[in-house]
């Protein structure tokens, strides 16, 4: 599979300065496609229940983790490995007045500073497309997660060939090394020790949302964008959100959801 040479530092650096306020003012304070309603989605299909202990993988602002608590009383902890998310989920925690069931720790995906089996559910959604071992990343969710405790996640993948410059394109602006496929992950699951429950192609909603993100970008968004961070950051997001609309119309690029389960002992 290929791959682009982006680091851990190059993410952080996104989500520390202006492209991670941006994705915010696009998508909300829970940065993945479909927003809440996605989350409600992937929370029914986990079996979240108020007894539940969940990691969520990459919680940046703790926006759904916020979500689930209120929601179903259950417990959460954010694993983020950008410390200005893990500051400003934090706080918005605290104004949520949800700190004691919400809490977040600064970590890596790829070496989650948890003992094993301390979850029911490791729960992820839009980011793991950031992580450069996703191998590593599922090993590292089934090590956390109690026997007899589910996965949970989606993801932007690749679901078609594409040449090398549209690869860099699309994943240089993101900065993603790379993007898994819907198979892909489900191999790595299985490989992992995990029973695989479910994976789903939700590729066909895909194009519609980057459409709606480049509306909103081009129009409601654009004075304060130039504003704030400029009209080169401004043109290089509207010209990276138009790469991910045609290629996802091209069905070169989509999202998919997993629901995976750790064998009881
Ligand atoms: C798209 S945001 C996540 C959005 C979040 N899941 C939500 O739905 O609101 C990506 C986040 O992944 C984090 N991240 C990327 N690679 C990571 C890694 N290896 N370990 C921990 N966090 C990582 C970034 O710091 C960033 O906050």
């Known amino acids: ?27 909300g304070e829970e940065i993945h496609v479909g927003g809440w309603e996605d989350t409600e989605t992937l929370a029914a299909l986990a079996g979240v229940t108020g007894n539940a202990r969940i990691l969520d993988v990459c919680s940046a602002l703790g926006g759904p983790a916020r979500h689930l608590a209120g929601r179903f009383g259950c417990r959460v902890v954010g694993l983020d490995a950008t410390p200005k998310m893990i500051e ?11 700190s004691h069931l919400v809490s977040f720790r600064l970590g890596d995906a790829l070496d989650m500073p948890f003992a094993d089996a301390s979850f029911d559910i490791v729960w992820g959604q839009d980011a793991w497309c950031y992580v450069t071992d996703k191998a590593q990343l599922i090993r590292e969710a089934h090590r956390v997660l109690r026997p007899g405790g589910t996965i949970a996640f989606t993801d932007w993948v690749q679901t078609g060939a594409m040449d090398d410059a549209i690869f860099e394109n699309l994943h240089r602006f993101m900065v993603f090394p790379y993007t898994e496929t819907v198979e892909g992950y489900a191999l790595l699951l299985e490989e992992t020790g995990f029973a695989v429950a479910r994976l789903e192609d939700i590729s066909s909603s895909f194009p519609a949302f980057c459409r709606e993100y480049r509306r909103v970008l081009t129009t409601t968004l654009r004075d304060q964008i130039c504003a704030r961070f400029g009209e080169e950051l401004f043109r290089a997001a509207e010209q990276g959100i138009a790469g991910w609309i045609d290629a996802a119309v091209r069905g070169q690029v989509g999202r998919g959801r997993w629901i995976g389960w750790k064998a009881e002992e």
């Not at 682009?4 to 998508?27: C, H, I, K, R």
Request: no cysteine.
């Open 1 to 27: 599979m290929k791959r682009l040479d982006v680091s851990l530092e190059d993410v952080q650096e996104v989500y520390a300065g202006p492209v991670g306020v941006l994705w915010e003012l696009l998508m």
């Open 88 to 98: 400003e989920a934090e706080r918005r925690t605290a104004g949520a007045a949800l």
